[in-house]
């Protein structure tokens, strides 16, 4: 299994853990700095995340739970291919 396949079932392990499951009651997310993140969005108690391999994995991650689960959070951004990387919801 690739890493990427891992964090999916991961983010998919948390939501279907939830007693009513609801990916639209969701956010997703990509950042360099996950501690600087978690502060931004007001320290969800929720907050979870990921390391993902590379910064395509991360965009692709992202996508599929946007596109496919209909997760809130956006595509795109300024982050670097040269820094970690990490996925994150909440």
Request: aromatic share 14%; glycine share 12%.
């Amino acid at each position: 299994m690739a890493y990427w396949q891992g964090i999916i079932a991961g983010i998919n392990h948390r939501v279907n853990a939830e007693r009513v499951p609801n990916f639209k009651a969701w956010r997703i997310g990509l950042t360099h700095d996950v501690g600087k993140r978690f502060e931004e969005w007001g320290k969800p108690e929720n907050f979870v995340y990921w390391e993902a391999d590379s910064l395509a994995d991360a965009h692709a991650i992202e996508a599929h739970f946007i596109n496919k689960e209909g997760m809130k959070g956006g595509t795109g951004g300024d982050l670097d291919d040269r820094n970690k990387v990490y996925v994150y919801i909440f």
